[in-house]
């Protein structure tokens, strides 16, 4: 702002003044003393945001000095958008790179410095004459990104004012009763309203709620007709498994439903008498069946080593006597199992199965028992197995 006057070079103030020492303070007015306005400063942290374009903040009209720095060098780029207009872009918009340099936007300079080794600046000395909104384009990576600017809290009061009368808290209508009777609720949900264009909008935009919102109410607050409310059957296991003497019963009472949580007992004549459920039911009352299975022992195992089978006998016989009956006549009851698995002491291995002593064959029947001499004698123990095992087989 010097000026040269008679060779001579002169200061001149902000306020035009040549030799004055009226300089802009922090909030951009000329000899002002700073608090007319207010700082705002935050950090943009994301981790592994998506490619694309991501708001990092909204600056205001009348916003000044407004610092934006990227933390640490990334592979994202710093974006400024106008706040009129999604199309409107004057720093990397249309996932176009814009050089460093000067950009004319909002009434003032954005001076944006790019380097692939340091991290992206943007200054705005401003005061915006239109809102901006600050951005990143994120190439799939960790973005962190500090931004400082200063708003006049005049400025902020009229904008304030503006965004009241223009955003506005609505409730939506009522939800229908969650009842039909006994006591239900309604609910309905607060939301901030674009009076200009008639649409939701993020609740960000409106100023808090005032006072506490109402968001629920009981409806449908008369007790329900009588109905018939039934019992647990008892015994709650019919007491006999077969025949035709099982009964099981039950209460059935008329009642009707004054709350959710209480209900009230009234005369029987006041419910539906034609659809009352039955207190009484037969149970079980298939035949019994003439005879009952009988299982015999488990045979040994089907092999001496390894694994096999074991198996015994089942035989449907007289329930009050062992005389031995037809199958089918044990009924419905299942039959039980005369298969099942077993296992024996490990084979030895085939390929060095040998024979180290020449007593062996003549005294395997005898000692094949230790297992030492199974080691000893491998080839005629495991004859002696085999042929006990076709034997007991046979």
């Not at 199309?87 to 814009?98: A, E, F, K, M, Q």
């Amino acid at each position: 702002n010097d000026v040269c006057v008679g060779g001579k070079c002169q200061m001149v103030g902000c306020d035009g003044v040549i030799e004055s020492t009226a300089a802009r303070d922090k909030c951009g007015v000329c000899a002002g003393d700073g608090r007319s306005c207010r700082i705002v400063s935050a950090t943009f942290r994301r981790h592994n945001l998506a490619n694309g374009y991501h708001e990092v903040a909204r600056l205001s009209v009348g916003s000044t000095g407004i610092n934006v720095t990227e933390k640490v060098a990334s592979s994202g780029y710093l974006v400024v958008r106008s706040g009129l207009s999604k199309n409107r872009y004057y720093v990397n918009g249309d996932w176009s790179l814009s050089r460093s340099g000067v950009y004319p936007a909002a009434g003032t300079n954005i001076y944006y410095h790019r380097h692939s080794r340091s991290p992206e600046t943007i200054w705005i000395s401003g005061p915006l004459k239109e809102p901006l909104v600050l951005m990143v384009l994120s190439q799939n990576r960790n973005v962190t990104v500090y931004y400082r600017y200063q708003v006049s809290k005049v400025t902020s009061t009229i904008q304030t004012r503006v965004m009241n009368e223009r955003y506005r808290w609505r409730y939506t209508t009522w939800s229908n009763c969650s009842r039909l009777c006994a006591g239900g609720e309604q609910t309905r949900q607060l939301v901030c309203h674009d009076t200009n264009t008639g649409k939701d909008v993020q609740r960000r935009f409106c100023y808090r709620p005032p006072g506490s919102p109402v968001l629920s109410r009981p409806c449908n607050v008369m007790p329900c007709s009588p109905m018939w409310t039934v019992g647990s059957w008892i015994p709650e296991h019919c007491p006999v498994s077969c025949g035709s003497g099982g009964i099981r019963k039950r209460d059935v009472l008329c009642t009707i439903q004054v709350t959710q949580a209480k209900s009230q007992l009234v005369k029987n004549r006041l419910c539906d008498r034609e659809n009352k459920p039955s207190t009484r039911e037969a149970c079980n009352s298939h035949p019994c069946p003439m005879g009952r299975w009988l299982a015999g022992p488990w045979k040994p195992c089907s092999v001496r080593c390894g694994d096999g089978q074991q198996t015994r006998e089942i035989l449907c016989v007289a329930m009050h006597s062992r005389s031995e009956l037809p199958f089918d006549a044990c009924g419905p009851v299942p039959q039980p199992i005369d298969t099942r698995p077993c296992s024996m002491p490990r084979c030895p291995n085939e390929l060095a199965c040998i024979d180290s002593q020449p007593s062996c064959k003549t005294m395997a029947n005898r000692f094949c028992k230790l297992s030492f001499y199974q080691r000893w004698c491998c080839r005629s123990c495991k004859s002696s197995f085999d042929s006990f095992s076709s034997s007991h087989t046979a």
